[in-house]
C-alpha cells in the first residue's frame, strides 16, 4: 500500500489554472475508477471536492475537475481564488483497502 | 447536519494502549461504512480502517495490523478504534469519517490527537 505519487507544490495567479497529477499503478488508480480529491486547510479537517474521478458533490464549486487517465489521475482548479490556497490529497480504492496521496500544496500568488 | 465528534486521544507511552471514539449524528449511521485516517504532523493522510455498516466486513492498513481493532455500536451510533502496543509512529491527528460505496470519505470528524512518547 504505497502512497499515491503527487507533485509536493503547485501554484498560479488569481484567475489562473493549477493541475495536480496523482500517480498510483494498475492495482489502484489505474483499476479503479474509485479517485476522490480533498482538500484541506491548515489546522483543518479535509473536505470532499472530487469523487468516482470527475463527479462534485454540491456545494463544490465547478472551477474543480477531475480526470483520469491510465494509472494517473489529475485534478484542475480553474479560474484560482485566494481560498483555493489549501493542500490537497488523492485518493484511490486499492482492493482491500484504501491508498492517499503524498499531498500538494497549492500557493496562490 | 451531518456531523462526526471523535473523543479520546491523548498522551500515551510506547507499548500502552488507548481507545478513540467517533459519535455521528445527522445521518442514519448504521447505513454506511466507516474509516479511521490519521494524519502525523506535517505530514500527508493515511488510511487506518474501514469497517461496513453492520460490522462484519472490516479492513485494516498493514501497519497497524494485529494491534488495532475497529469496532462500531449502532445503537449508540458510534465509532471505535482500540490501539494496542502504540509505537513512536502512531503519533498523529485521528479522523473518523463516514464513507461511500465508491470510495469517498465525507464528512470528516475534526480529529483527535494521539502522542505515543514517554
Known amino acids: 500500500q504505497s502512497a499515491l505519487t503527487q507533485p509536493p507544490s503547485a501554484s498560479g495567479s488569481p484567475g489562473q489554472s493549477v493541475t495536480i497529477s496523482c500517480t498510483g499503478t494498475s492495482s489502484d488508480v489505474g483499476r479503479y475508477n474509485y479517485v476522490s480529491w480533498y482538500q484541506q486547510h491548515p489546522g483543518k479537517a479535509p473536505k470532499l471536492m472530487i469523487y468516482?474521478?470527475?463527479k462534485r458533490p454540491s456545494g463544490v464549486p465547478d472551477r474543480f475537475s477531475g480526470s483520469k487517465s491510465g494509472n494517473t489521475a489529475s485534478l484542475t482548479v480553474s479560474g484560482l481564488q485566494a481560498e483555493d490556497e489549501a493542500d490537497y490529497y488523492c485518493?484511490?480504492?486499492?482492493?482491500?483497502?484504501?491508498?492517499f496521496g503524498t499531498g500538494t500544496k497549492v500557493t496562490v500568488l | 447536519e451531518v456531523q462526526l465528534v471523535e473523543s479520546g486521544g491523548g498522551l500515551v507511552q510506547p507499548g500502552g494502549s488507548l481507545r478513540l471514539s467517533c459519535t455521528a449524528s445527522g445521518f442514519t449511521f448504521s447505513n454506511y461504512w466507516m474509516h479511521w485516517v490519521r494524519q502525523a504532523p506535517g505530514k500527508g493522510l493515511v488510511w487506518v480502517s474501514r469497517?461496513?455498516?453492520?460490522?462484519?466486513?472490516?479492513s485494516y492498513a498493514d501497519s497497524v495490523k494485529g494491534r488495532f481493532t475497529i469496532s462500531r455500536d449502532n445503537a449508540k451510533n458510534t465509532l471505535y478504534v482500540q490501539m494496542n502496543s502504540l509505537r513512536a509512529e502512531d503519533t498523529a491527528v485521528y479522523y473518523c469519517?463516514?464513507?461511500?460505496?465508491?470510495?469517498?470519505?465525507?464528512?470528516w470528524g475534526q480529529g483527535t490527537l494521539v502522542t505515543v512518547s514517554s
Open positions: 469497517i461496513n455498516s453492520d460490522g462484519f466486513s472490516i
Open positions: 485518493s484511490s480504492y486499492a482492493g482491500s483497502g484504501f491508498v
Open positions: 469519517t463516514r464513507g461511500g460505496a465508491s470510495g469517498w470519505f465525507d464528512p
Open positions: 468516482e474521478v470527475s
